[in-house]
T-cell receptor, first 117, second 112 residues
Framework: GAVVSQHPSWVICKSGTSVKIECRSLDFQATTMFWYRQFPKQSLMLMATSNEGSKATYEQGVEKDKFLINHASLTLSTLTVTSAHPEDSSFYIC?????????????FGPGTRLTVL | GENVEQHPSTLSVQEGDSAVIKCTYSDSASNYFPWYKQELGKRPQLIIDIRSNVGEKKDQRIAVTLNKTAKHFSLHITETQPEDSAVYFCAARGSGNTPLVFGKGTRLSVIA
């Protein structure tokens, strides 16, 4: 069964509004979760690493003030796209790794498709 | 940081033929190499993975090979079927809590 859930699965919003995406680890308390973005017909690009109880680590070129990440609990990380613009329209996917040390499998959430009008 | 290159970007094969997708990585410290299959609008699904202490791994029609010296790894799909049509991504990562770095993907089309 699914080990990572995301909500909402899709969202349409007006330009200038903010959108919050939730990512939940269902079977394991994840101290670290990853946020990826995927534009149509492109690969998954890492946006940031979400760390429970501390600030997220953003990849180069990703605006931390625009993509706010909160990892307030061990099972929930949220990504808020602030003042969204049409160019932010994308597929946003979160993920976490397995709990077992030495096993590296990374589980992905079902993704959230954001469309900004 | 790690950089993963993937080729080809598109691949068309006849049903029943084999398909091979190749990836190279830059960070010699990387030790985990998964392959994901992604269908349109869905999350990536792990289909096979290999760790740096293994040179080859097979699971039914799917196999992966790893050459650590050359820093490249490949996905082999035999007896392809139309349902194998999807985008395939290779990825690499190091030890610890580091994220996966993905290749750009290969769109595989299996023609019936």
């Amino acid at each position: 069964g699914a080990v990572v859930s995301q909500h909402p699965s899709w969202v349409i919003c007006k330009s200038g509004t903010s959108v919050k995406i939730e990512c939940r680890s269902l079977d394991f308390q994840a101290t670290t979760m990853f946020w990826y973005r995927q534009f149509p017909k492109q690969s998954l690009m890492l946006m940031a690493t979400s760390n429970e109880g501390s600030k997220a680590t953003y990849e180069q070129g990703v605006e931390k003030d625009k993509f706010l990440i909160n990892h307030a609990s061990l099972t929930l990380s949220t990504l808020t796209v602030t003042s969204a613009h049409p160019e932010d329209s994308s597929f946003y996917i979160c993920s976490r790794q397995t709990r077992e040390y030495g096993l590296n499998e990374q589980f992905f959430g079902p993704g959230t498709r954001l469309t900004v009008l | 940081g790690e950089n993963v290159e993937q080729h080809p970007s598109t691949l068309s094969v006849q049903e029943g033929d084999s398909a091979v997708i190749k990836c190279t990585y830059s960070d010699s410290a990387s030790n985990y190499f998964p392959w994901y299959k992604q269908e349109l609008g869905k999350r990536p699904q792990l289909i096979i993975d290999i760790r740096s202490n293994v040179g080859e791994k097979k699971d039914q029609r799917i196999a992966v090979t790893l050459n650590k010296t050359a820093k490249h790894f490949s996905l082999h799909i035999t007896e392809t079927q139309p349902e194998d049509s999807a985008v395939y991504f290779c990825a690499a990562r190091g030890s610890g809590n580091t994220p996966l770095v993905f290749g750009k993907g290969t769109r595989l089309s299996v023609i019936a």
